[in-house]
Structure formats: C-alpha cells, structure tokens
C-alpha cells in the first residue's frame, strides 16, 4: 500500500541554520504530495504542495521538489526562525482517491 | 472564512462516561475526515464521508466509537463508554473531493480528551 516515510525528529537547529527535512513515498500511480505544519496547540495547516514531477512547491521561505526518480519530496528552508518550531508532516494523495496517506511527522525545534 | 470548526476543545471526563465530540467542515466542502493523534501511534484515520454518506470507517478502533453526519455542517464523533486508552487528541478535517483532486486538507485545531 501507500506510504510515507520521514526522518525521526526532533531536529533541533539554531535561529538561522539550514533546514532540511527527508520525506520520500511509495505509492502507485502519480500522487499529489504535501507538506503539512502543526504549531502547538493546533491543527495542521498546509504549508505547500506539488501534484506531478519535478514541480517545487514554496511557501513562507519552505521548498519542496517532487523528486519522481527518487519518491522524495524533502522539505527546505535556508534561514530557520524559533517562530518555525513546530511539528511537520510529509502526506501523498495517490491519484484517483481523495484519501491521504501521513507520515508520523517530525519535530523541530529552532533555538534562538 | 470560518475555518473548521470543533467542540469542545478540551474534555475532561471519567472512565465509562459517553463522550460526543462535534465539528462543523468548512461551507462546501464535502469530504469530513475524523483522526486521532497520540504520541505512540501518530495521526492514525478513524473514518471519512463523502456527501453525509459514511465511506470506509475501518479505522474506528472499536464498537464503542461511533460517527454520524446527519447534514453537511454537522459531525460528530461518539465514544461510549469511554476509556483511558482513548485519551488522545481527535481531529476533524474536511475537504473538496469531487473534480478537484489536489486539493489539500483543512483541520480544525482538535478536541484534547483526556480520559481518567
């Protein structure tokens, strides 16, 4: 079945470092991919999206690229803020079903 | 727009006692989505409808849970009787479905229950 695999947190940066967060999939067809953020005390919110190959979708200073070579859709960020602490999670929406399939999530933490 | 909206953000209870959780989806959308989140087991799906109709409710851990949609701006979420193991914070999401397949998820920020 479909799935999603990312990096166990947490990662702890400080303010200004490099983020880099692993996500990659499995799943038949050509899924939409996703990149969600849940800030305590919250609900998860979309953060950005790609639905087909080599599309990079951007968000808030965020980049993901749909990597269909390697099912990767790994999270960037060049420049972390504390206010970036939160919890992200790596979903895929496999083509022809409404039903998402969520990574356990990663937790990071920025440090001023 | 109002964004999902759901009650009681925060329910403490005692073991045994029914508890009923409510979410109204965003206007329009209509796909209703019902998760629980714990630390152990992530965001794990309990059951979604399309159109008020009940579609696949093979994530509802046991009998005791049970989930109604009687119109598009209503759903609920019933545990009974409720358990310790059922502490958890439970969210509701809803969606476009039909002809727009992209389209992303928008949650409501969750019901806390803890159960004593």
């Known amino acids: 079945g479909d799935s999603v695999t990312q990096m166990e947190g947490p990662v702890t940066l400080s303010e200004e470092a490099f983020l880099t967060i692993n996500c990659t999939y499995t799943a038949t067809g050509y899924p939409s991919l996703f990149w969600y953020v849940q800030y305590p005390g919250e609900g998860l919110q979309l953060l950005l999206k790609a639905t087909k190959a080599d599309d990079k979708g951007s968000n808030k200073g965020f980049e993901a690229t749909y990597r269909k070579e390697t099912t990767s859709f790994h999270l960037e960020k060049g420049s972390v803020q504390v206010s970036d602490s939160a919890v992200y999670f790596c979903a895929l929406r496999p083509g022809g079903s409404y039903i998402p399939t969520f990574g356990r999530g990663t937790s990071l933490i920025v440090h001023p | 727009d109002a964004g999902v909206i759901q009650s009681p953000r925060h329910e403490v209870t005692e073991m045994g006692q029914e508890v009923t959780l409510r979410c109204k989806p965003i206007?329009?959308?209509?796909?209703l989505f019902w998760y629980r989140q714990t630390m152990m087991r992530g965001l794990e799906l309990l059951i979604y409808?399309?159109?008020?109709?009940?579609?696949?409710d093979s994530g509802m851990p046991e009998d005791r849970f049970s989930a109604k949609m009687p119109n598009a701006s209503f759903s609920t979420l019933k545990i009974q009787p409720s358990e310790p193991r059922d502490s958890a914070v439970y969210f509701c999401a809803s969606s476009y479905g039909q002809g727009a397949i992209n389209q992303p998820q928008h949650f409501g920020d969750g019901t806390r229950l803890s159960i004593l």
């Open positions: 409808f399309n159109n008020n109709v009940p579609i696949d």
């Open positions: 206007s329009g959308h209509d796909y």
